[in-house]
């Protein structure tokens, strides 16, 4: 999911954590992110927590393959410092 959808929707998983729950954060740019989410997937399904049609299921699937899509272009982007609203 994009930053600005994450942040912008109230059934994210952002919006949907605990205020104290740990949270780890994969960014397009990384390059490790793609096998890190297809693996995170795996295992899930492993794990019997989901199905491979689940709506989470697909959409980390479609987020691996955008970031391997597009994942070089952020690299030299500039970077957010501080809260900003995105268009």
Not at 17 to 29: D, K, Q, W, Y
Not at 44 to 70: F, G, V, W, Y
Request: net charge positive.
């Amino acid at each position: 999911m994009r930053k600005k959808d994450e942040t912008a929707r109230p059934d994210t998983c952002l919006a949907q954590a605990h205020p104290n729950e740990m949270l780890f954060v994969l960014l397009g740019r990384d390059p490790a992110a793609p096998a890190t989410i297809r693996f995170w997937v795996e295992e899930r399904l492993r794990l019997a927590k989901n199905s491979i049609k689940d709506p989470q299921i697909i959409e980390a699937l479609n987020c691996a393959d955008t970031m391997e899509a597009e994942g070089r272009k952020w690299v030299a982007a500039p970077r957010m410092l501080g809260p900003r609203s995105e268009s």
